[in-house]
């Protein structure tokens, strides 16, 4: 018996409460919560019916079980919450069939895709110098539906290029991919990701953040383009890891 429940159990005895009901309630009563209710109870009230005790018992643990349920929905809404800010692990099958993200040395299928998702970059077999590693997602026949590139240039590590195939957003593809090249930045010893955006927002919402055009280092060929923040307006973003 609990220090508690010793406490409640002598309580009982003190007021006149047969023994051995006195030690039917404190084993009933064995969390803290419900101990120190029940102790609370008897202090103020006098020696009350078996009947109206019980009732205030069963009021007791019946909040407890509330309090607990409620504890658990919280416990799973934070695991939902965290599971959206971070996405899905990497090489990972995804529940019910979904896609599989794996590591991929297939540069030239994932510049395809990038570049059908509205990404400006060069069809080429063979990726560019510094990068780390590649992913891709695919479906249950095997068509690729995202990609993520990670590369380290210039002392930093940069996810270079990251895009998931249109009609397949919003499924936590994205999210899973990003999620993937950030662990394995920071296995790397990052400490922090750049990256090139050409919707900022959707990197924003998920801890990136926008670094000034003037304190903005040179990271993607984008910045190199005539067109770059005259008739096309990618944002340099950076993410603590």
């Known amino acids: ?10 309580l009982m ?8 009901f006195a030690g039917l309630v404190a084993d009933q009563m064995n969390t803290e919560y419900t101990s120190q209710r029940m102790t609370a109870y008897l202090s103020r009230a006098g020696l009350v019916s078996p009947e109206e005790f019980a009732d205030e018992m069963l009021a007791i643990l019946s909040e407890r079980d509330a309090l607990r ?16 800010q971070e996405g899905l692990p990497g090489d990972t099958v995804l529940p019910d069939g979904r896609p599989q993200i794996a590591e991929t040395a297939d540069y030239y299928a994932l510049t395809v895709l990038f570049k059908e998702c509205g990404l400006d970059v060069k069809i080429e077999e063979q990726p560019p110098e510094g990068v780390l590693k590649m992913w891709r997602c695919t479906g249950s026949e095997g068509e690729l539906l995202g990609g993520a590139v990670l590369q380290y240039k210039d002392g930093r590590y940069i996810l270079k290029d990251l895009a998931v195939k249109d009609g397949w957003r919003k499924e936590g593809i994205g999210k899973a991919l990003m999620h993937t090249a950030l662990k394995e930045a920071k ?11 050409k919707v900022p927002e959707y990197y924003t919402g998920k801890g990136w953040h926008i670094v000034p055009d003037e ?11 005539e067109q770059y923040l005259k008739v096309c307006f990618p944002q340099i973003i950076r993410k603590k890891l």
Do not use: T
Request: glycine share 6%.
């Open 69 to 84: 349920d409620k504890h658990i929905a919280q416990s799973a809404q934070q695991k939902v919450n965290r599971l959206y």
């Open 187 to 197: 296995a790397c010893g990052a400490k922090e990701i750049w990256g090139c955006a």
């Open 1 to 10: 018996m609990s220090a508690k429940n010793e406490e409640l159990y002598s």
């Open 13 to 20: 005895v003190r007021k006149g409460y047969p023994a051995e």
């Open 215 to 225: 304190d903005a280092p040179v990271i993607s060929d984008c910045q190199q383009c």
